[in-house]
């Protein structure tokens, strides 16, 4: 796994650390993933999980509240409860308190069952998980999303973020965006900032969580540094 910082531009501050799958060569999410079956979703999913949790208790700093996000494959999860097992245990035997963990499930997965979907943040907020929508806006339901259920955060996809700071359009559909979801009292996270200009933009609209290389780069089984140099000449 590799972690990569997800930053509070409010508190000026880390806020947490979203645990992305790499192979043992460095080779990136997308390759890893395609070379598992189907057969070996649910297996592959549970071991990511317990691997994140047991990766952040070691390196995570004590007494900070950080959060650590991961990504879950929503069509992997047969049954809510029977799949947070693992999760828990690997929760209770690391001390990693639940109400640290953040599951974030992509809108580029097509969930073609929304009730099950919905059972399944039911089920993690029993537990006192976060939940969140990755790449929103980019995906396949989009808005219909959160009209079937409302997660705790969502991350608002790079395409949408990619020059916003000189498109007007995409500025216009961002503070859309994030209006929804003040109206429905939920965080809105910026991901894949690349640039000081796409996020002066993006603070402008109200967003405070931000994420992306120009904060700091995914570290293999290490937290990098955020660049703090830029980020405080910028909200100075």
Known sequence: MAFQPIYDAVAGRVWGYEALVRG????????????????????????????????????FPAGE?????????PNAVYEP??????????AARCSFPTSSIMFEFTENEEVSDTAHLTNIITEYRKHGFTTAIDDFGAGHAGLGLLVDFQPDLIKVDMK???GIDSS??????????????RELDITVLAEGIETEAEFL?????????????????PAFEE?????QESVLSSTA
Not at 81 to 90: K, Y
Not at 201 to 217: D, M, P
């Open 65 to 73: 509240e950080l959060m650590l996000s991961i990504n879950f494959m």
């Open 201 to 217: 933009a993006l603070k402008a609209t109200g967003i405070r969580l931000f994420q992306g290389y120009w904060f700091g780069k």
């Open 81 to 90: 409860a029977a799949c947070l097992r693992a999760t828990l245990q690997a």
């Open 160 to 162: 949408l973020i990619r």
């Open 168 to 181: 007007p359009a995409r500025q216009t559909v961002v503070a859309g965006i994030v209006g929804i979801a």
């Open 24 to 59: 043992l060569s460095g080779e990136g999410a997308y390759d890893v993933l395609s070379k598992v079956s189907p057969e070996q979703k649910y297996r592959f999913d549970q071991a990511c999980r317990v691997k994140a949790i047991e990766l952040a208790s070691r390196l």
């Open 223 to 227: 937290l990098p540094r955020v660049h």
